[in-house]
């Protein structure tokens, strides 16, 4: 399977993903909070697991050692997140809803939606390049944090003042940008082994964030004795998922 087709069936299932916002409004909002932690778990855990199992070993042995160059790329990835992160939340609670017109919440979070679309292009993209095994642990690690992460984005496009349709449309559109990501990546790529010796390490960086930073925080808002040993079991199925690919390779 050509590098080019695996990258682009990828980034359009990720693309497609952003409908699965329609089971807001197919299941009970009361049972979708009940489940929406544990499948933040699982991402979480899908994400740590492909950092430490599969990109960061990838980027020590594109560099023969831990040298400087993958430290500062890591550092970059988790950087560039929290910058992206503070950037879409900054005006969140800053500007009352006008009249008549949408939240500016509803473009806040389309422009930081498409912004994270288009570096999961990239870094999907990257990942093939290196090997398909890494851009298929990449692939999944993407789809387990954009199910959950889809849901909320198309809940708080609702919230902020968006018809249904509207709201599908605008997500939809906006995850359309991974395939741009994806085929910057290729093209880059093809041309520059830099850009693939720094779009691993980055990935890495980024994905620690997300699942430390954004997603784990989450976790921690439920203590009950009984959600918090099911969170603990995805966290670990996540991981355990990510740690299976390497058995099977």
């Given at each position: 399977?050509?590098?080019?087709?695996?990258?682009?069936?990828?980034?359009?299932?990720?693309?497609?993903?952003?409908?699965?916002?329609?089971?807001?409004?197919?299941?009970?909002?009361?049972?979708?909070?009940?489940?929406?932690?544990?499948?933040?778990?699982?991402?979480?855990?899908?994400?740590?697991?492909?950092?430490?199992?599969?990109?960061?070993?990838?980027?020590?042995?594109?560099?023969?050692?831990?040298?400087?160059?993958?430290?500062?790329?890591?550092?970059?990835?988790?950087?560039?997140?929290?910058?992206?992160?503070?950037?879409?939340?900054?005006?969140?609670?800053?500007?009352?809803?006008?009249?008549?017109?949408?939240?500016?919440?509803?473009?806040?979070?389309?422009?930081?939606?498409?912004?994270?679309?288009?570096i999961?292009?990239?870094?999907?993209?990257?990942?093939?390049?290196?090997?398909?095994?890494?851009?298929?642990?990449?692939?999944?690690?993407?789809?387990?944090?954009?199910?959950?992460?889809?849901?909320?984005?198309?809940?708080?496009?609702?919230?902020?003042?968006?018809?249904?349709?509207?709201?599908?449309?605008?997500?939809?559109?906006?995850?359309?940008?991974a395939?741009?990501?994806?085929?910057?990546?290729?093209?880059?790529?093809?041309?520059?082994?830099?850009?693939?010796?720094?779009?691993?390490?980055?990935?890495?960086?980024?994905?620690?964030?997300?699942?430390t930073?954004?997603?784990?925080?989450?976790?921690?808002?439920?203590?009950?004795?009984?959600?918090?040993?099911?969170?603990?079991?995805?966290?670990?199925?996540?991981?355990?998922?990510?740690?299976?690919?390497?058995?099977?390779?």
């Amino acid at each position: 399977m050509s590098v080019w087709f695996a990258t682009l069936v990828s980034v359009a299932v990720i693309s497609l993903i952003s409908l699965v916002g329609v089971l807001w409004l197919v299941l009970k909002r009361v049972f979708l909070e009940r489940i929406l932690l544990t499948l933040v778990s699982f991402a979480a855990g899908a994400l740590l697991g492909d950092a430490f199992l599969h990109l960061l070993p990838e980027a020590v042995s594109e560099a023969n050692s831990f040298d400087l160059r993958v430290s500062l790329s890591v550092l970059g990835g988790i950087l560039f997140f929290f910058l992206l992160e503070k950037i879409v939340r900054w005006r969140h609670c800053h500007i009352p809803t006008s009249q008549g017109h949408p939240h500016p919440l509803v473009y806040m979070n389309l422009i930081g939606d498409g912004a994270h679309n288009l570096i999961d292009g990239l870094v999907i993209g990257g990942s093939y390049l290196v090997d398909f095994k890494l851009g298929l642990a990449t692939t999944l690690a993407v789809i387990f944090h954009e199910i959950p992460q889809e849901i909320g984005d198309f809940g708080v496009l609702m919230y902020a003042g968006l018809n249904k349709t509207r709201a599908l449309l605008l997500n939809f559109l906006t995850a359309l940008l991974a395939i741009a990501g994806a085929l910057i990546a290729l093209m880059l790529g093809a041309t520059s082994q830099g850009f693939i010796n720094v779009i691993i390490p980055f990935t890495a960086g980024g994905f620690l964030y997300i699942a430390t930073a954004d997603l784990m925080p989450e976790l921690h808002k439920e203590c009950r004795g009984g959600k918090t040993v099911i969170h603990f079991l995805a966290l670990v199925l996540g991981i355990g998922m990510m740690a299976l690919l390497l058995i099977v390779e």
